[in-house]
């Protein structure tokens, strides 16, 4: 049952380095999140996925790029040229389109980035 | 902007007694959704309430909704050192049927002293 899954698990990046987050899922659910959670900030949306192909903007977009590849269970976060701002963690999440009634997120474990 | 604001920011309590936080958000909603934050872990998904709705239970866990006050309540009783965690509310505030996104307050630190 592994659910959400998001690698690395920690990581740390110089000024102006690039990386990407990848996340995966394996049940089979059409959205797919990306969150960046900071102390005294909550959980703030950065872009999602309604479905394979397709991404929109959330609430803090800028400084990230996202693909959701034809393979719909994979949800790439990634950041061309990394700032000390970018320094949080990051949670990917899914739901499945189809359940009109739950809506949860399922949540994978988080990714801890650290940017010098 | 955070749609849900939870109040208190921390609250520390003796196990066994009953922990209630509050949730309030500025426009109408589909549906609210608590979630909880074990330390350096995900959030997992606890119970959600349709607008619809003024109160459900899941086991130790009540949630009531004041959609006139544009407000929520997590009551959880008898609490236990395990339930040690933040607590997170969450709007689905969309079109009817509800939206593809949800937001997050910032969460409420609870703490069960054993």
């Known amino acids: 049952n592994a659910g959400v899954t998001q690698t690395p698990k920690f990581r740390v990046l110089k000024t102006g380095q690039s990386m990407t987050l990848l996340c995966a899922q394996d049940m089979n659910h059409e959205y797919m999140y990306w969150y960046r959670q900071d102390p005294g900030m909550g959980l703030r949306l950065i872009h999602y996925?309604?479905?394979?192909?397709?991404?929109?903007k959330g609430e803090v977009p800028d400084g990230y790029n996202v693909s959701r590849l034809k393979k719909k269970q994979n949800f790439l976060l990634g950041l061309e040229s990394a700032a000390p701002s970018q320094t949080s963690v990051y949670f990917c999440?899914?739901?499945?389109?189809?359940?009109?009634?739950?809506?949860?997120?399922?949540f994978g474990e988080g990714s801890r980035l650290t940017v010098l | 902007s955070q749609q849900g604001e939870e109040d208190p920011q921390a609250l520390s309590i003796q196990e066994g007694e009953n922990a209630t936080m509050n949730c309030s958000y500025k426009?109408?909603?589909?549906?609210l959704q608590w979630y909880r934050q074990n330390s350096g872990r995900g959030l997992v998904h606890l119970i959600l309430i349709r607008s619809n709705e003024r109160e459900k239970h899941s086991g130790r866990l009540r949630v009531t909704l004041d959609t006139s006050k544009k407000s929520s309540s997590l009551l959880i009783t008898a609490s236990r050192a395990a339930d040690t965690a933040s607590y997170f509310c969450?709007?689905?505030?969309?079109?009817?049927?509800?939206?593809?996104?949800?937001?997050f307050g910032k969460g409420t630190k609870l703490t069960v002293n054993p």
């Open positions: 996925s309604v479905g394979e192909g397709t991404t929109a």
């Open positions: 426009t109408s909603i589909n549906n």
């Open positions: 999440a899914s739901r499945d389109s189809r359940d009109y009634v739950l809506r949860e997120l399922f």
């Open positions: 969450a709007t689905d505030y969309g079109p009817k049927g509800g939206s593809e996104k949800l937001v």
